[in-house]
């Protein structure tokens, strides 16, 4: 750990897409997902090593008020194992109705074998005794890395069909707020989600911060027969489907789609309003080289290694 927290970030700050002032922003998916076990520490320091611009990751609230970095509402069976050792059989209980000493009980070190989620990450070393980490922990590692450019884009991992597993979406912004003004990197964080209510509440009360509307074809389809939840009131349908529209509409600076309901027409489109665009999750090389030919102003990956080796050619 004490060499990777000590590498240089490479090429990072100098990563430049078609010759553009502007540099193109690599994201290491939930760290380095397909290098190290997600949303751990190991997982962000090799990222750090890779030499990302920004480093994803998803975060939660305890029970007792700690933010925390885990990308479920609820405990994976597929990454988790109990105090006991053992692999949890069925979804464990929600990070929210947990303190943060509880869950720092669970090993999320491993894939566990056999399972569709670990044959879709072959590349995974292992880091067990890994715990979920604090947000303030992480912030800690990229200090002590002596890191003071890499970025964060910070997801509120919220859902308005589930809202007895998270606290509510104003409470969960102001604690999000509250811990990255604390540590003093606001200046280099974004806050992004699924559910647009957030990030209402981080434009309303921390202009400073910019947000990053995610969406995929799931979030914006109707629920029983109404407008999708996910939007905080806005109706794809009134937007004529253009979620550029809708993502400017709501006061956002940049669009974070699925890339494979992308192309470039829309990436043109958001460019033409002003918006950035930041597709998730690209990892095989000839979707990484498709989605770099549209001209996107970066990349959410499980493999930024291999993005990288893509801009460099």
Same mark, same amino acid.
């Given at each position: 750990m004490k060499s990777l927290l000590h590498a240089l970030p490479g090429l990072a700050a100098a990563l430049l897409l078609f010759g553009c002032a502007t540099p193109f922003d690599l994201q290491g998916h939930r760290?380095?997902?397909?290098?190290?076990?997600?949303?751990?520490?190991?997982?962000?320091?090799?990222?750090?090593?890779?030499?990302?611009?920004?480093?994803?990751?998803?975060?939660?609230?305890t029970r007792d008020g700690v933010v925390v970095v885990h990308h479920d509402p609820t405990l994976n069976p597929d990454i988790t194992r109990g105090p006991d050792g053992k692999w949890l059989e069925t979804r464990g209980p929600a990070v929210h109705a947990l303190t943060y000493e509880e869950l720092a009980r669970y090993d999320v070190g491993r894939l566990k074998p056999g399972t569709n989620y670990a044959k879709g990450l072959p590349k995974q070393e292992p880091a067990d005794g890994a715990r979920i980490p604090t947000l303030e922990s992480l912030f800690a590692l990229v200090k002590r890395a002596g890191n003071d450019r890499v970025r964060f884009n910070?997801?509120?991992?919220?859902?308005?069909?589930?809202?007895?597993?998270?606290?509510?979406?104003?409470?969960?912004?102001?604690?999000?707020?509250d811990e990255v003004r604390r540590a003093g990197v606001a200046s280099r964080t974004t806050i992004q989600s699924f559910d647009? %209510? *957030? @990030? #209402?509440? $981080?434009q309303n009360e921390a202009p400073d911060i910019p947000t990053v509307y995610l969406s995929t074809p %799931? *979030? @914006? #389809?109707? $629920?029983?027969?109404?407008?999708?939840?996910?939007?905080?009131?806005?109706?794809?349908?009134?937007?004529?489907?253009?979620?550029?529209?809708?993502?400017?509409?709501?006061?956002?600076?940049?669009?974070?789609?699925n890339y494979t309901a992308l192309d470039e027409a829309m990436v043109s489109e958001a460019h033409a309003l002003g918006l950035k665009v930041v597709p998730w999750t690209v990892n095989d090389p000839e979707a990484i080289a498709k989605v770099i030919g549209m001209r996107v102003d970066g990349i959410i990956s499980d493999r930024p290694d291999l993005v990288r080796e893509a801009l460099k050619k």
């Open positions: 760290g380095a997902r397909g290098l190290a076990p997600e949303n751990t520490l190991p997982a962000f320091a090799t990222a750090l090593t890779v030499g990302v611009t920004t480093l994803e990751l998803d975060v939660g609230v910070i997801e509120t991992k919220i859902s308005p069909l589930e809202p007895a597993t998270t606290l509510p979406p104003e409470p969960f912004a102001r604690k999000l707020i647009w %209510r *957030t @990030l #209402a509440v $981080v %799931r *979030t @914006l #389809a109707p $629920v029983e027969g109404k407008p999708t939840p996910w939007t905080a009131g806005l109706d794809p349908a009134a937007f004529g489907g253009s979620v550029p529209k809708m993502v400017k509409a709501a006061g956002g600076k940049i669009w974070s789609p």
